[in-house]
T-cell receptor
Framework: SAVISQKPSRDICQRGTSLTIQCQVDSQVTMMFWYRQQPGQSLTLIATANQGSEATYESGFVIDKFPISRPNLTFSTLTVSNMSPEDSSIYLC???????????FGSGTRLTVV | GEDVEQSLFLSVREGDSSVINCTYTDSSSTYLYWYKQEPGAGLQLLTYIFSNMDMKQDQRLTVLLNKKDKHLSLRIADTQTGDSAIYFCAERGTNAGKSTFGDGTTLTVKP
């Protein structure tokens, strides 16, 4: 299965600033996703990162707050913009490859906004 | 929309069997998954079952699927302290690529 490198692994940020999270995959993958996991909760899908076009956002998430790039089939970034303490969470990159039954997850980015 | 539910906590003694249960609502689910999340880590795909199967066994893991009742279970035989983690049930429907996750079951294994 694909191997994902997600950076940074953790960060503490000031409110009002932005953080960009990177997801690098060791092989070309058909689909890439960004999830948020709030403390003690399950995973919530933020958006599907589409190669060469705008990401597809889930209800409750907007591009201005969570801009996503996917310049090629192995790389994507998620930016958390104008952060507030409510954005403190774990952000996870996930990929789905044809031929694989399940999803592979990055190790996550633990974000704390102070 | 689709919903996946599971009990939040399970505590067992080392050497016992653990059974984690999950129910889902999407009758078009094609794959059902169990993921394991250890503290400070991402999710690791533990096992999966295709929707036309009733059971799948993989070493200490047994997955049972009752499609009629939309019920999925994960049995871990001879549970070890290293099995302590959060276990997420998830389903993938026909909406290509999108999965719905349960809230996770925290398994605590006592020595």
């Amino acid at each position: 299965s694909a191997v994902i490198s997600q950076k940074p692994s953790r960060d503490i940020c000031q409110r009002g600033t932005s953080l960009t999270i990177q997801c690098q995959v060791d092989s070309q993958v058909t689909m890439m996703f960004w999830y948020r996991q709030q403390p003690g909760q399950s995973l919530t899908l933020i958006a599907t990162a589409n190669q060469g076009s705008e990401a597809t956002y889930e209800s409750g998430f907007v591009i201005d707050k969570f801009p996503i790039s996917r310049p090629n089939l192995t790389f994507s970034t998620l930016t958390v913009s104008n952060m507030s303490p409510e954005d403190s969470s774990i952000y996870l990159c996930s990929v789905f490859s044809s031929g694989q039954p399940g999803y592979t997850f990055g190790s996550g980015t633990r974000l704390t906004v102070v | 929309g689709e919903d996946v539910e599971q009990s939040l906590f399970l505590s067992v003694r080392e050497g016992d069997s653990s059974v984690i249960n999950c129910t889902y609502t999407d009758s078009s689910s094609t794959y059902l998954y169990w993921y394991k999340q250890e503290p400070g880590a991402g999710l690791q795909l533990l096992t999966y079952i295709f929707s036309n199967m009733d059971m799948k066994q993989d070493q200490r893991l047994t997955v049972l699927l009752n499609k009629k009742d939309k019920h999925l279970s994960l049995r871990i035989a001879d549970t070890q302290t290293g099995d302590s983690a959060i276990y997420f049930c998830a389903e993938r429907g026909t909406n290509a690529g999108k999965s719905t996750f349960g809230d996770g079951t925290t398994l605590t294994v006592k020595p």
